[in-house]
Structure formats: C-alpha cells, structure tokens
C-alpha cells in the first residue's frame, strides 16, 4: 500500500499542540538544529506575512497501522523538519523575530526581537495570524518497507541543502544502517573534534566501511560512497556478510584508535585526514599504538613549521612534507590517500628507530 494525500488544513497551533506525537527521529532523517536563528526566524516572517511556504510531507500513521511506526507516533516527519522545528521554537520562546522584521499588515507596529509571547500579549490579532497560518501537509499512507526512504530521497536528491551524507543516511539498504552503527563506537564520541551536524560523522563511517570492504584505500568521493551504498539493497535480502565482516573489522580498528587519540583531539579537527589515521593504525597499532600519537604530533609540528618556511621563501624547505601538504587537499582521492600513508608510513618506521 503506498498512498499520498492533501492532509486535511490545520493551524499551527493545532500541529504544536500534537507536537509530542510527530516523530522527528526516523533513521532517513537528518539531525535537527541545522538552520541558523536567522533563518528560523525568516520562516516566522513569512509565515506572519502570509507567504506561501513549501509543501511538507508527513508519514500519517493515524489513517492505517503500519509496521513502519517504529517509535509509535501519529505523524513522521518526511520533508520538512526544519520548517516544523522553527515553528515550534518560536512558540517555545526559543526564538525571536528578526531585529529587521517589518509587518507587511500594518508597516507602523514595531515587531522586531519579539518572542510568541510578547506577540500574544502586545498584539493578539497578529499573534493570530500565525496561530491560524495552515501549513500545505501531504499526508503519506504506506505499509510497504523502503518506501518512506524512497520519497525522503527523492524529495531532496537534487536539493543544495541536503550534504551527500544525509541523502546516503535515508538509502535502503545495509550500507546506511551500518554507517548509522558505526557512530556509536566511543572513537566517534568522544575522540573527534569536528563537527557532526551534518552527518559528517556517518561520512567518515562509510568512508571506513568502503575502506573496509575494498581492502585497502580506495577513492572516497561522493560518488563512490554513493555506489557503495547503492549496490545492495536490504529489500533484495541479499548476503550482507562481507558488509557486516567489514563492520566488525572496522570497529576492531576504531577500538585502537580511541586509545590513541586524546578526548577532542586536535590531531582529528578535520574529518579528511581519519581515513589515512585509520589505515596507519589499522597497519601499527597492535605493535606500536601508544607511539603513533606522540609521532603524529611531532610530524603535525614539523608540517606546519615547514609550510611557513615555504610561504616566507625560506630555504631547506622538506619538499615530500610540502608535497603532503598539497595532497591533502585532496584527501578523498585514492592517489592522495596513497601518497600521504606512504609519507607517514615511512616516517613512522623513522621514528621507531630513534
């Protein structure tokens, strides 16, 4: 059963008192908080000024019992999650309107930097404008497994907005369930130091999985993550063995690596450099773990001071560290990668013979 239906017109108001009911969370979403205030606060505008805002798109469990309502709620957010949060925010005095706003009713009130309840109490017609705004709700009526995925892909493939990760998060298949697992591994929570906002923590774990499943590093562009994660689908009930081996493979390593690294380590502030780390750890670890971060910084230092040596047009400038410095440019390339293991690799066994 698949189905798609204009939701019956209902008020915000209406929507935030069953805010509890609408499931936020379903594995295909991205994660909440990724408008800035300032363009929450731009919906609030055009909601007051009764612009026309985008269709969203909710799973309605209310019209059939599905097996697809894992967390049990009335509603599922499918497109639109950043639309709802803001509207919800601003009735939580979480936000205000914008220091520019101007009311296109009535061009003489002073509306900026008010919260819902200033609003409410200062001006309650326009208070009632947003009450009673009806946001344009497709309803989504379906049993069948995959297809809520599908419509949250489809919806936003082609979308600016949306990062390569968080599309891959809401594929079908085992690739995106393991990339959402892998995550969890106590490396990822509490050992990297850039941000995961944008699922750029599940990035790095396809990029291990790949890594993982290929046997060594191979070329980690969207593209290539896209076709891992699209080559098998759990609806054709597949073998996911090798998939799972490379998981398990995979959390063998990061279990290492959260022993070499430091909490909010400053060696992990970008997200590029983890697979290259990962396959040095993954080739010394057992043997020499607790002196690969010890190394890493002292090359770190030493990259860095060359750099500058290079940008004041000093001399005895190390031209294969200057040379790393370009690659990683490029650190989702295969030749990269190659290059700046083989860098490290080699200065490592240096280092050990001090």
Known sequence: ?????????????????????????????????????????????????????????????????????????????????????????????????????????????????????????????????????????????????????????????????????????????????????????????????????RYQDRDVAAKLLLIEYSGKLVSTKKKDLDRFAEQITLEEGPDTEPYQKAAAQARTVLDTMAKVFADDDVLLGGQGIVPVYYWLVKEYGKRHKDLIRPFLVEFEQGRKENDRRARDGGKDVDRQLLRYSNVKRSHNDEGAMREMYDVLAGRFEGFLQR
């Open 1 to 197: 059963m698949f189905d798609m239906e204009a939701h019956d017109p209902k008020p915000l108001e209406w929507w935030y008192e069953r805010r509890d009911d609408i499931d936020f969370e379903a594995d295909y979403q991205r994660r909440g908080g990724i408008w800035a205030p300032k363009a929450k606060a731009y919906l609030i505008d055009s909601i007051l000024n009764r612009y026309d805002i985008p269709k969203i798109y909710v799973a309605d469990f209310t019209r059939a019992d599905s097996p697809l309502n894992k967390n049990k709620k009335m509603y599922a957010i499918i497109d639109g999650k950043q639309r709802f949060e803001a509207v919800f925010d601003f009735f939580d005095e979480k936000l205000a309107l914008d220091s520019k706003f101007v009311y296109q009713g009535d061009s003489s009130l002073d509306l900026r930097r008010l919260c819902y309840s200033d609003l409410r109490s200062r001006h309650p017609s326009v208070c009632s404008v947003f009450d009673n705004y009806e946001l344009a709700v497709m309803s989504v009526i379906t049993d069948e497994e995959g297809k809520l995925e599908e419509l949250y892909v489809r919806l936003n493939k082609n979308s600016k907005a949306l990062t390569g990760a968080e599309v891959r998060n809401a594929m079908p298949g085992i690739v995106p369930v393991l990339a959402r697992e892998l995550p969890e591994h106590a490396f990822f929570a509490s050992k990297i130091k850039f941000t995961v906002l």
